[in-house]
């Protein structure tokens, strides 16, 4: 799987804002209408766990910085003194209880949202929601639709459907006045569509595994290969790419033990029971199976700058929606 920049483009999507699949943008995701038709095509790029857990985490993030204006567009000078003070707030807490340093500005690009802090974050949900002042119960919800996807075993769509449509009611009851982000809304919306079209459990399908593979390319590109020439200095990263992807060859390797966390009871019932049960090989787990406890831990952090940047600019002040509104 791809993450969300990768879908736009390749489906001519011009706006983050707008569902690549069903082609609603922000305003509508709130109604919940059911999408007419979808785009059958876009299915085949599955769900992208990995970003899905960063943007879940940033959406409530943003919901709870305009909480005491209940608003989603801060635009007097007043409302965003307001905003600020209260991410300010929250920033001060997570570091103070969490050591998390959450949504702060890294030199040269993004913030330092990244796939730990997002995972520390539903880690923990009494200590998440006492901090952020989102309701709890919202966050268990959205946790246990995260821990389903990424769990690589088979799912029961017609569950998955009712639980995500609970948890789509849930959050326009508490927070209607803020849309949900296209994320939300299509794992909510489209997740059970997705997860038939898949050809393996959804899980499987992770873009973890591609993205882990940035930090080898970094290696092979400065220890195994020749500097004197592109086309060989490229030619060389690909023969250790293939190498070490080799079924046979990554076999032989010697594996760590990791430990796993047991799924959840909630997470277990989405479950399709008597699916023959895939074991999780000692490979799977390598490949980000089961993140908690890779060693990757900080593979994703490059590739997701600039699209936070990018969903972050066009949600915050607004304009960009509105001009989209106009042209519909
Ligand atoms: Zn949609």
Redesign the pocket.
């Known amino acids: 799987m791809v993450d969300g920049k990768v879908c736009n483009a390749a489906t001519d999507t011009a706006s983050t804002m707008r ?1 690549f ?4 943008t922000s305003k509508d995701f709130n109604k919940l209408i059911q ?1 007419k038709e ?1 785009n059958v095509e876009s299915l085949k790029f599955g769900l992208s766990i990995l970003h899905a857990r960063i943007r879940f985490f940033e959406s409530l993030l943003h919901v709870a910085y305009k909480l005491p204006l209940k608003k989603w567009q801060a635009r007097s000078p007043e409302d965003k003194k307001v905003v600020k003070e209260t991410k300010e707030k929250i920033q001060r807490n997570f570091k103070d209880e969490m050591g998390l340093l959450v949504d702060i500005p890294k030199a040269g690009f993004g913030n330092t949202n990244d796939g730990n802090t997002s995972r520390r974050f539903f880690a923990n949900p009494e200590c998440s929601s006492r901090i952020i002042g989102i309701n709890l119960d919202l966050i268990v919800k959205f946790k246990i639709i995260l821990e389903v996807i990424s769990s690589g075993y088979c799912i029961d769509p017609v569950k998955f459907d009712t639980f995500a449509l609970e948890t789509a009611k849930m959050y326009i009851d508490l927070y209607g006045w803020h849309p949900m982000t296209p994320t939300i ?2 794992v909510l ?2 997740g059970a569509a997705l997860i038939t079209h898949a050809i393996l459990p959804i899980g499987q399908l992770s873009e973890e595994a591609s993205e882990a593979r940035n930090k080898h390319y970094g290696q092979y590109r400065l220890h195994f290969a020749r500097k004197f020439s592109r086309v060989d200095c490229n030619r060389d990263i690909l023969h250790m790419l293939l190498l070490s992807s080799d079924p046979y060859i990554s076999n032989c390797r010697q594996r760590q033990h990791k430990k796993t966390e047991p799924f959840s009871k909630e997470a277990v019932n989405l479950m399709i029971a008597n699916a023959p049960p895939i074991p999780p090989t000692e490979d799977d787990r390598d490949s980000g199976r089961n993140m908690e406890d890779t060693e990757e831990g900080d593979y994703e952090e490059d590739n997701d700058k600039e699209y936070d940047d990018e969903e972050e600019d066009e949600y915050d002040d607004g304009e960009n929606d509105d001009k989209q509104y106009n042209s519909n």
Do not use: E, R, S, Y
């Open positions: 569902c699949i069903c082609g609603q999408p979808i809304h299509k919306v489209h």
